[in-house]
């Protein structure tokens, strides 16, 4: 009996980061499958998929005899991910469905609605891929760990949190870490809050002049040395960035300073949530300034 190969059940972020990688190899296909005229041909990258499974196959059985072995290929099983993905990345501009010359439209293209090219915009967008970029993969992983304090901190918090993040997807590294900036305001609301169990105070003092300030003064009145420490670092660089992005000056916010802008307001949320007790309790001293 042949032994069966199949497609392992990828998410559909998963499928994305394989196609990426297809996409940024930019290589001679080295089984020489067909492209038919396209950027990226779907069965192509899961037969690379199916290659690496058949090498891992290889290696668990490495005792099953050396001979040739005939696998059992399945392309259909948990192909649906490669397709949703591909269609992702047309919806935002950077692959167009068909073959890149219209004028073989009625030569064989292979399997319909597998072939996709590059838009000018999406070949623009994949050369600023950097290696250190975040994976599609973490995309997702990086909006839950967000998303898991807005319980917590509001719906304001999630909003902006999760904008922020697909904004960095998109490359809109401005409008990333602006949503950075909205989001640790959303978190000092709801400190704020919580310490003096008055909304309406809080929202007043922060619409009036120099609103941010007045909370920052309130959640640092009466707090030990190392909450006194820390928070500044967070609230300091977030503000910095929201304010330099807000405002209509020109700005040299790139992927760096968003990818970090993101990082610092995870970690901002982590410092709020496991510190919420200490510093929302209140004192004689709360008052603002």
Known sequence: MKPRLQLPNYTEEEALSKILTHLR?????????????NDLYLPNVMQDCLKEEEEQWLKKNSNSGTGHINFEIDTRTNSEPFYDAAWNLCTKGILRP????PQQQFA????????????????????????????????????????????????????RSQEAVSCYRAHA???????????????????AIAKTADEN???????????????????????????NRELPNYIGLLKYWRDDAAH??????????????????????????????????????????
């Open 25 to 37: 190899s930019n290589r001679p296909d080295p089984s020489n499958h067909p492209t038919f005229g």
């Open 98 to 101: 068909g073959v890149t010359y």
């Open 108 to 159: 064989y293209v292979g399997i319909i609605g597998a072939g996709f090219n590059l838009t000018p915009y999406g070949r623009q967008w994949l050369s600023q891929i950097s290696g250190y970029e975040c994976t599609p993969t973490e995309y997702g992983r990086f909006s839950q760990l967000l998303a898991g304090y807005s319980e917590r901190f509001g719906s304001g918090y999630h909003a």
């Open 173 to 191: 590294y401005l409008a990333c870490c602006t949503m950075c900036g909205a989001a640790s305001e959303s978190i000092l609301l709801a400190l």
């Open 201 to 227: 105070r809080v929202l007043r003092d922060y619409g009036g002049t120099s609103g941010r300030s007045k909370i920052e003064n309130l959640l640092r009145n009466g707090q030990n040395s190392y909450v």
């Open 248 to 289: 209509g000056a020109s700005t040299t916010i790139n992927e760096s300073e968003a990818f970090t802008s993101l990082l610092l307001l995870l970690r901002f949320a982590q410092f709020a949530d496991e510190r919420w007790n200490e510093i929302t309790h209140t004192s004689q001293s709360s008052e603002t300034t």
